[in-house]
């Protein structure tokens, strides 16, 4: 016989530690569960004498049905306050209206490149990358820019050891691209960043974007780029903006021209945007020049090139109505969060 009175207060004793419901639980299995003492206890209860076996008999139940309620009670008030507790951390009110999370953006300048890139694919073009640290053959030599060309010049150009530089321009491209001799035709689209050691003022920096694209095949003509660049123009700016092509010099084209369209903020009235003269240019194109050609050894059967490019800072203060690009290139985000609303206007 087991001392009933030793085992209530054990009970009791493991009640008042026990701190959720999991423990509550394990203290119902051990003094009230198929294997714990007072279940044994009545298993053994035949082995006893009649009356003492129903004095017994009576004490036990007594116990079992206390300790049943005790418990019972203690998992009730316990299950309450976890659920007020989860209620508590959990609780949301649904007619509330929702708090969606701030939404990511594209950059201005990497909302402008894609757009960009996105016209050229309308015409069959793939983009292509290349290393922002080059070579002087990559940047000069194979683009026809000779020794004594100013864009060697220190003031110019960013110079490493070893004689490697920072590229000035996104040429740098085509020229590896040719250099691997793909099959005809070639139409390729390259952006990046470019590096030019000049005077930083109010719309110029030593680094700013840039894009172009070259299409390599035999029979094109001056008539074929000029078309191309209407169609990038009018697929940019709307179909009603107004375009004018002028002679440019580019010693990698030739000839050259130079793409204009009516500033977007004056209309071509004459504002700061546009230095008063009412007209931007906006793309420096022309036929690839002959010594390009022959450099990659496409100087043969009548294959000709034509090559485009822009400065994509340029254009997006452009489409964004600034006259300044450094806050394009600024870490506020508040301040860019305005430019990309003004974008997406």
């Known amino acids: 016989m087991t001392d009933l009175e030793q085992l209530r207060e054990q009970f009791h004793k493991e009640l008042a530690d026990a701190s959720d419901t999991t423990a509550l639980e394990e203290i119902r299995t051990r003094f009230l569960g ?3 003492v007072l279940k044994e206890e009545f298993r053994l209860l035949p082995q006893l004498p009649e009356q003492e076996r129903r004095e017994y008999a009576g004490r036990l139940n007594q116990l079992s049905q206390a300790l049943e309620q005790q418990i019972g009670q203690a998992i009730e008030t316990a299950r309450r306050a976890e659920t007020a507790e989860r209620l508590r951390d959990e609780w949301i009110d649904v007619t509330l209206p929702g708090q969606a999370p701030r939404r990511g953006a594209w950059h201005p300048l990497t909302d ?3 757009r960009c890139l996105a016209v050229l694919r309308r015409l069959g073009f793939e983009r292509a990358e290349g290393p922002e ?3 002087a053959y990559h940047n000069f030599d194979a683009l026809n820019i000779p ?5 060697r010049d220190m003031q110019d150009t960013f110079w490493l050891d070893g004689g490697r530089l920072l590229r000035s ?3 740098t491209v085509q020229a590896r691209v040719l250099g691997s001799r793909p099959e005809l035709p070639v139409k390729v689209a390259a952006a990046g960043r470019v590096y030019r050691n000049e005077a930083v003022d109010a719309t110029h920096l030593a680094m700013f974007h840039q894009l172009e694209g070259f299409w390599l095949e035999p029979g094109l003509t001056l008539g074929h780029l000029k078309e191309l660049l209407s169609f990038v123009a009018r697929a940019l700016y709307g179909e009603d903006i107004k375009l004018r092509f002028k002679p440019k010099y ?3 084209t030739e000839p050259s021209i130079g793409l204009d369209i009516a500033c977007t903020n004056c209309g071509g009235d004459g504002c700061e945007a546009c230095h008063r003269v009412g007209w931007v240019t906006i793309i420096g194109a022309g036929m690839i020049h002959p010594a390009v050609l022959r450099e990659f050894g496409y100087d043969r059967d009548g294959i000709r090139g034509i090559a485009f490019g822009w400065g994509t800072t340029r254009m997006t203060a452009q489409l964004l109505g600034i006259t300044k690009v450094r806050p394009l290139y600024a870490s506020d985000q508040r301040q860019l969060s305005h430019l990309h609303r003004g974008m997406t206007a």
């Not at 020794?147 to 864009?151: K, M, T």
């Open 133 to 135: 640290v080059e070579d």
């Open 112 to 114: 402008v490149e894609e």
């Open 34 to 36: 198929r294997r714990s």
């Open 250 to 252: 580019y010693p990698y």
């Open 169 to 171: 321009h996104t040429t």
């Open 147 to 151: 020794q004594h060309h100013p864009a």
